[in-house]
């Protein structure tokens, strides 16, 4: 008798065979599979489960050509039927799909989709990048990050007319990136257009600030929900000890944040200028701006690095205080305190510009300290003489966050009461 292991195993690498035109024969009350010179004799279930599966692949249209489709194939002949295996037709099935590999993909989408996966609940939740109709139309909720290419609004029009319910999500105004930020050149008039159309056919926009909340229901969203942004403490680990004879401190961002660093610039040099070796820079992820070019000397640099590696490289760095500045815009105004949830959970202490977010936690009762344009020189120079008073704010900005914006220790909830929140109880898609 097969067991359920032996047919997890066998029913994708059969399916992904029976797609690729394999013979089949019938002997002997078993089936038997030839292709390439290899053969494989199944019992009739684990074939008809087999034959379903490939029934499902064969409803997207797809070129088997090199290596890397087969192994595409193979994985998502084993998605299909993992998922008729295993979920009950009456949990609710929500599928994310994420927006590229980085930050907001990850805090977003892929994370909050492995914990409601792992909650215990009667649910499954999954992400994918690899999103076709047919695999659309087996969930109940889709809930897309951010992307608004002409495909996806296809797919989103034609499974929200099956019964699929669409969830949205944006952290960013999309409609008001700076022309420097390297967003701007996707973000263009048609993308824009898009991007409004997706937040109209959903019937749930998510978004991470309130400012943000205010805006999509401007452009015509039905319902807008504020999740703001929450981090796995698990994720980050304690920064390295710093020097005793050296005060460090941290900016990590992108080329995307280019012109926010030029905000504190003029207040960091005068403070590097003053420690003459004492007082050091670490600019992680963006070359030296030019209002530092002549305390290079005092300055270290990080290269940009996939977000997979970020954590441990930012934990790595060993500063004693970490900058976040920001430019005041109508693209910042609506910014999460991303950067505060990092480095606080690093156990970094930190300063910040009174823009988006940061200016929300701080009037929450968040221990987040906020600095106006011009005063970064002064405020630095404080840091810099009460480094065990750093080191106290230090401690309380990560209990902060542990308590109050630690997604592991919700796990995801308010993600899974959004998605239960669209699927109104007798109104799920048979």
Avoid at 214 to 232: C, D, M, Y
């Amino acid at each position: 008798m097969t067991t359920q292991i032996d047919q997890i195993r066998m029913v994708p690498e059969i399916a992904s065979r029976l797609f690729l035109g394999a013979e089949t024969v019938r002997e002997n009350g078993s089936y038997i599979v030839r292709l390439d010179g290899r053969e494989y004799t199944i019992d009739p279930d684990t074939y008809n489960y087999a034959e379903g599966v490939t029934r499902a692949l064969k409803v997207r249209d797809r070129r088997v050509e090199y290596a890397s489709d087969v192994l595409d194939l193979r994985h998502d002949a084993e998605d299909i039927f993992l998922e008729e295996l295993f979920v009950d037709k009456d949990s609710l099935k929500i599928l994310f799909v994420p927006a590229g590999e980085g930050a907001s993909s990850f805090y977003r989408s892929r994370l909050p989709a492995d914990l409601i996966s792992k909650s215990g609940r009667s649910v499954l939740s999954h992400h994918t990048e690899r999103l076709d109709i047919n695999k659309a139309l087996r969930y109940d909720v889709l809930w897309v990050q951010l992307a608004a290419v002409p495909i996806l609004l296809q797919i989103v029009e034609q499974v929200k007319k099956a019964g699929v319910k669409i969830i949205y999500d944006i952290d960013d105004r999309w409609d008001k990136i700076p022309i420097w930020n390297a967003a701007s050149q996707f973000y263009h008039e048609e993308q824009v257009k898009n991007v409004d159309r997706m937040i109209q056919m959903a019937d749930l926009v998510t978004v991470s600030t309130e400012p943000l909340r205010e805006h999509v229901l401007s452009k015509g969203a039905k319902r807008a929900l504020t999740l703001f942004n929450s981090i796995p403490s698990h994720f980050y680990p304690t920064h390295a000890m710093p020097r005793q004879d050296i005060f460090r401190i941290l900016w990590a961002g992108s080329p995307n944040h280019k012109m926010d660093l030029e905000v504190a610039a003029p207040g960091l040099r005068e403070v590097l200028k003053e420690g003459n070796g004492k007082v050091r820079f670490t600019c992680f992820g963006e070359n030296v701006p030019d209002a530092l070019e002549d305390v290079q000397d005092f300055v270290d640099t990080i290269r940009f690095v996939d977000f997979a590696n970020y954590p441990e490289a930012l934990g790595d760095v060993g500063a004693n205080l970490a900058i976040a500045p920001l430019e005041e815009s109508l693209f910042n105004a609506s910014k999460s305190a991303i950067k505060f949830l990092e480095y606080s959970i690093c156990g970094y202490p930190s300063l910040y510009s009174p823009v988006g977010e940061y200016q929300y936690l701080k009037d929450i009762g968040a221990p987040i300290r906020l600095v106006t344009d011009g005063g970064w020189g002064s405020a630095l120079r404080e840091a810099i003489k009460d480094r065990e008073g750093v080191k106290e704010w230090a401690k309380e900005s990560q209990d902060w966050v542990k308590s109050n914006r630690c997604i592991a220790s919700t796990h995801a909830q308010e993600y899974y009461d959004a998605a239960l929140s669209v699927v109104e109880k007798g109104e799920k898609k048979e």
